[in-house]
Nanobody, 126 residues
């Protein structure tokens, strides 16, 4: 079992930055891909970013490319999402996900992930 706990959400003005963290339990953290997804009110959950187990290969949704950066520290069992140039349309609950195979990480498909955090709210004001 893997437990995920997100932190770092909050209220920020458009153009600002936030860094989300996701702390994972378990000894196998470095063996699977990790991802971030988000869900805005009234919308389906959507893919944001993912990276492979080693952290060397990353994938991003077109809507966040060039603004968001995903990284991981396997020694700390933590994955991060650094968000810059935030827009009001980035407002959502952000979820950390774990357990995908490296070969599936590029798909950005939530069905590939076995474990999910509870989510952290990010609100961007205009």
């Amino acid at each position: 079992q893997v437990q995920l706990v997100e932190s770092g959400g909050g209220l920020v003005q458009a153009g600002g930055s936030l860094r989300l963290s996701c702390a994972a339990s378990g000894r196998t953290f470095g063996t699977y891909a990790m991802g971030w997804f988000r869900q805005a009110p009234g919308k389906e959950r959507e893919f944001v970013a993912a990276l492979r187990s080693s952290g060397g290969v990353t994938y991003y949704a077109d809507s966040v490319k060039g603004r968001f950066s995903i990284s991981r520290d396997n020694a700390k069992n933590t994955v991060y999402l650094q968000m810059h140039s935030l827009k009001p349309e980035d407002t959502a609950v952000y979820f950390c996900a774990a357990g995908a195979k490296d070969s599936s990480a590029y798909r950005g498909d939530e069905r590939d992930y076995d474990y999910w955090g509870q989510g952290t709210q990010v609100t961007v004001s205009s």
